[in-house]
């Protein structure tokens, strides 16, 4: 690991990309996924939020998960009854795997914060400028 990467948790998910400032409410039943967030919640309660390839596989394999995601901490954590759990998250950064580490009880990866692109060109902000103003659209007939 060099001074960039650090060793954290994973935790799959199926049908949602969480992205950094975003707060999140999410509800987890697979039994890797639980100790997962049983582990963060003993430490600093960070664990590495990626989305699955397809949202129809039940037990997601490494090869079924993408490697780029976000960095999230646990604002909540609540355990129902029928042994599931209801977790809110804040998105905090973008992250990408380096490598997945030897884990039998989780999922669990080396990563990077993920390289952020600045392109100030005149173009970029005309573009910029157009897709802000299609999701203020959005929003408001939503």
């Given at each position: 690991m060099t001074k960039d990467t650090k060793k954290i948790p994973v935790l799959p998910l199926r049908d949602?990309?969480?992205f950094p400032h975003m707060v999140v409410p999410l509800f987890v039943g697979r039994e890797k996924s639980v100790k997962a967030l049983e582990a963060v919640m003993k430490s600093d309660k960070r664990i590495l939020?990626?989305?699955q390839k397809s949202a129809k596989v039940e037990n997601p394999e490494i090869e079924d998960i993408h490697h780029l995601g976000c960095v999230v901490t646990i604002l909540q954590l609540l355990k129902l009854?029928?042994?599931?759990?209801?977790?809110?998250?804040?998105g905090s950064e973008r992250a990408h795997v380096e490598h997945f580490t030897d884990n039998s009880d989780y999922f669990e990866a080396v990563y990077a914060p993920a390289k952020t692109l600045n392109n100030t060109t005149p173009a970029a902000k005309t573009l910029l400028q157009g897709v802000l103003a299609q999701f203020e659209k959005y929003v408001k007939l939503n």
């Open positions: 949602i990309v969480v939020l990626l989305t009854p029928d042994g599931t759990v209801r977790v809110l998250v804040e």
